[in-house]
């Protein structure tokens, strides 16, 4: 039981670091950051695999929880990033044929 506590502590303490993280970041700054944000969530979702591998009980169900919510949020980053990439790529000029 006081191994589930344990990972419960460790779970409701990054959950805190993670929202002041990211509330203090500019608005403005979202969308350079996401890129890094991706990073910081692939590091997440490796953390939520170890503990699932080692909890049970309470712990295993929060921990596949966090494996869940950090794989939506590290593909959905991936996503974003590509959109916004995109934005930023010139279109391929339209080749005027030749006439024969």
Known sequence: MSNDITWLTFFVLSVFVGIEVISKVSSTLHTPLMSGA???H????LGA???AGEADGFALVVALTAIVLAAVNMVGGFL???RMLQ???RKPAARKEAEH
């Open 38 to 40: 991706n990073a910081i």
């Open 42 to 45: 692939g590091v997440i979702l």
């Open 49 to 51: 695999v170890l503990v």
């Open 80 to 82: 974003v990033t590509d």
């Open 87 to 89: 934005m930023f790529t």
